[in-house]
């Protein structure tokens, strides 16, 4: 009989980790479950756990690649996938721990809502040992927690093009959601942005406010510490695969807006790794969605996000004054007047962030106040503040201001 669940661990070369990862499943709340966990080809001794657990618990099935190769992420998680016989389905590496209730809380959550494809929550961070990892906020401590609610206002597949701010390792899948979506994509090192971006086009999402995971940070993750380079190239990656993608996918993905965005990233990251041949990605944009063409607003908080985003370089041409030279012909009059200002405004947000990142507090401050003068409306994201105040923590001041910005934050 198929069980009412099947978590999907993926293995490589976790040896120190992997055992209290399978425990985590085991000692859940529910025990209608399987365990698959997929070796990509260990070299520490991982494939031998995993097999003393398949040995000792009928719920617990090993699979490999033929010979045992390392095939990656998305191979791994496809052979997996492609085992699984649960109605519900979860995956997670084998570095990280899921909470004791974690199954039997989303499972209730896809139950009471059958419209809702797919749902997560948030994570802690733990180190190496396996300890919370917590920070000071407002005098007291507080685990470090990632993740974001990205379901309400009904734009989550134009935040997940900009920004994964979902963990993967929370994800519950309803079996029809999952099997609709079909592979993930075998060679992109980030496949569950991809794959979580094209769930959100068609599906419903539900979000749990609590954390359901705990994220492992001990130096070799895939995503965390990884080269600022690398990141865009992957991400660049991601967000290829999802324009060449998007006619098929369908759904919001597949709006004229929607396909803009997509350009409109193809060609900001490009610049941000040094390509500065992305004008026919921006131009392509203001073809897929003419409107976009009097829609300053919109292309301005598009465009103050992108310095926010940590990606541009910290010296050569201001992403602003290049993307503002590339579309200013594009755009009806009135929008080019209004967009001037705007972008005016980001680019002294750009000085203001390279400043900051070399320790001229003074100048970075002064290119702030120009970029919320020419656009005041900016005084409401507290991005920009949060950049200045954790350059000021570096300085003498920094308590003072880690203080202050604990502060403004929680307004």
Excluded at 5 to 34: F, G, K, R
Excluded at 81 to 102: I, K, M, Q, V
Excluded at 211 to 220: E, F, I, S, T, V
């Amino acid at each position: 009989m198929a069980p009412l669940v099947s978590v999907m661990t993926l293995s490589y070369n976790h040896a120190p980790y992997l055992a209290a990862a399978i425990e985590s499943v085991l000692a859940q709340t529910i025990d209608d479950l399987e365990l698959i966990v997929t070796d990509d080809g260990s070299t520490d001794g991982s494939l031998d756990i995993a097999r003393r657990y398949a040995e000792a618990d009928p719920r617990v099935r090993l699979l490999t690649h033929p010979g045992h190769v390392n095939r990656g992420i998305g191979a791994s998680a496809n052979l997996a996938l492609a085992a699984t016989g649960g109605r519900y389905l979860l995956g997670f590496a084998s570095d990280d721990l899921l909470l004791p209730d974690t199954l039997e809380r989303e499972i209730a959550c896809l139950e009471a809502h059958p419209e809702v494809g797919w749902v997560y929550g948030y994570v802690d961070l733990i180190d190496a040992g396996g300890d919370r990892i917590e920070q000071k906020r407002g005098g007291r401590t507080e685990p470090v927690r990632y993740g974001m609610d990205l379901t309400a206002g009904g734009c989550m597949v134009e935040r997940l093009i900009q920004r994964n701010s979902i963990p993967a390792m929370t994800v519950m899948w309803r079996r029809e959601c999952r099997d609709q979506l079909g592979e993930e994509h075998p060679t992109l090192a980030y496949s569950d942005w991809e794959l979580l971006t094209r769930a959100a086009a068609n599906w419903e999402v539900a979000f749990i406010p609590r954390p359901l995971a705990l994220y492992r940070a001990h130096g070799a993750n895939t995503s965390l510490g990884v080269a600022l380079e690398t990141r865009i190239e992957r991400q660049l990656d991601v967000t290829t695969v999802l324009r060449e993608r998007a006619p098929a996918v369908g759904g919001r993905l597949a709006t004229a807006r929607v396909r803009a965005l997509l350009e409109l990233q193809v060609g900001y990251l490009r610049f941000a790794s040094g390509d500065h041949g992305g004008e026919a990605d921006l131009r392509a944009a203001f073809e897929r969605d003419t409107s976009l063409a009097g829609d300053d607003r919109w292309l301005a908080d598009w465009l103050w996000s992108r310095p926010l985003d940590e990606l541009l370089p910290n010296e050569g041409p201001n992403f602003a004054h290049w993307f503002h030279a590339a579309v200013e012909g594009l755009l009806e009059p009135r929008a080019a007047v209004r967009m001037r200002r705007e972008a005016r405004s980001v680019g002294a947000q750009v000085r203001s962030i390279r400043h900051a990142r070399s320790g001229r507090i003074v100048s970075a401050c002064s290119a702030a106040l120009v970029a919320w003068a020419m656009s005041p409306r900016r005084l409401r994201d507290r991005g920009l503040t949060s950049v200045l105040l954790d350059a000021v923590a570096g300085t003498r001041s920094g308590s003072a201001a880690r203080r202050l910005k604990v502060r403004l934050l929680r307004r």
